[in-house]
């Protein structure tokens, strides 16, 4: 009996030599994916991005059996969802604030990135499919935030849609183009809910190619040094399990402001039906756009404002050569850490600059973050690498830790 | 075996006879693709009924000196402004040659009808509603309108003097039909 083989072990080698998916997965995210064993609690942030996609489409998947993309219902169809559908408040406010929380958690997992070196090479095409995510979730977010059709989406819509009429020329055809109308309207509406929905399995997509192209060089490591095979790991279950432990300590955060506070990254004028005859007082973007609004903001010419906010994320596309060290780990570069640290605080007071009306000092501060925004990438980052000198790189990980203080 | 040497000896004078098959291929492929994609493109332009919405009658003959009054265009709001001589005049005592987009009042207006500016209410800027349609709201410094949200200023001709709008207010089309009406669009 014990030397036969059962028959649920039959059917899984039948099927497997078929379909090896099981192998495949196990290749992945399983027992053989060696992954460098000295991974700090940063590195959690890329599942808990791939949780909020799951969440967002499974949320958004049952809101939009209740939801009605039309002008003149849209905006009752979620009150309903908030007041009668069973349940229906709470998977609104798990997908509208789940946009917030997915946002912190790729701005983090960005960050470490950064911080790491981790678009460094061999990664560089690693970074750029991040890239193309973080721009894919702007533009599903942009639209979803349409789709309630209150004050702030209507007008927010108008703004967004306009900024494609500063292109020389054919400008106002592609704005006409994207409304199908002369303005934002019904049909505007039906477009942006089927787009709404098509984006995040795009995201799925660059999701997959994300993770192939991390497995072909493998995961960095805080310290920024390639990883010797005897200082790897396997993910299952190590980091399966370090994951999961980071999920549980997210969630708690995340409901927390789903149950308590759920309206705090909102703008209550949203709550007041779309009106295409009057602009609101205070037009704001949802805080994960702002410190790309107050750049927008901060030119007082059309185009140029444009291609600077446009620009402010393309230029990361030419990081990983913009940054001239070839140590990867900031923990090993002294100067670079003190204008990484400015740069983010740079980023901080652009969003608080976007929060605020432009009036006063406040278009000056905008004028000159974003000077200090480009100049970081520009000039700071490439003549850093020439100029300074980086701490010594440990010989390898272990070594790292084993070595006697000195 | 002899095929290969064949497409090697030709490689080395130029282009073969295949590789011209395959261009036109690809290039017919190419504009059977673009054939197929425009008319889904093309669907999301405004469609006959949209299109169909496009003229508004207005009786202005209620409209008193120095009232300005909203009207619906396309589904988007039209100013008409009945101005008053102070402001026709500042209009035209401007130094046209200095404006962002250089336009005499002159132009802006219907000769005979000078009194009436007739502008559509989108800020040329991102598409906001400029403020000043009533004394209550601010009308920035030259008397015009004010777009709260990224403080672009229009004078009393609706045309752009400070802030980061490129253009003047737009002129919709429109006929004076009677004394009293006008037909926009």
Redesign the interface.
Known sequence: MSTEKSVWRKAYEWHEARLPIVTWLDHSLGTKYPVPRNLNYWWNFGSLAMFMLAVMIFSGIVLAMHYTPHATMAFDSVERIMRDVNNGWMIRYMHMNGASFFFIVVYIHILRGMYYGSYKAPREVLWWIGLLIYLAMMATAFLGYVLPWGQMSF?GA??????F??IPGVGDSIV????????V?N?TLN?FFSLHYLLPFVIIGLVFLHIWALHVPGANNPLGIDAAPSDKIPFFPYYVMKDVFGLAVFVVFYFVVVFWFPNSMGEAVNYVTAN????P???VPEWYYLPFYAIL?S?????L?IILMFGSILILFALPWLDTSRVRSGNFRPVFRVFFAIWIVDVLILGYVGMKP??GIIPTIGMIGTFWYFLHFAVILPVLGWLETPKPLPASISQAVLKPAE | MANTAHVHAADAVGETRRDFLQYTTIAMAGVGGVMMVWPL?NS????AD?LALSTTDVNISGIGEGQRI?V?W????VFIAHRTAAEIDAANKVNVSELRDPQPDSARVKKGKEAFLIVEG?CT?????PQGMKTTEPRGEFGGWFC????SVYDTSGRIRK????ENLHIPPYAFTSDTTVRIG
Not at chain 1, 176 to 183: I, S
Not at chain 2, 125 to 129: A, K, L, R, V
């Open positions: 007008w108008t703004v967004i849609t306009n900024f009429s500063a006409t183009l994207l409304w199908g109308g002369f303005g309207d049909p477009r295409p005859l009057q602009t007082e205070h037009i903001r030119i007082p010419n059309k185009l404002g432009a009036e | 493109i999301l332009n405004p469609a949209t909203t619906v396309r589904g988007k709001p989108s800027h991102f598409g906001c509603i709260p949200c990224h403080g802030g980061p709008a490129p």
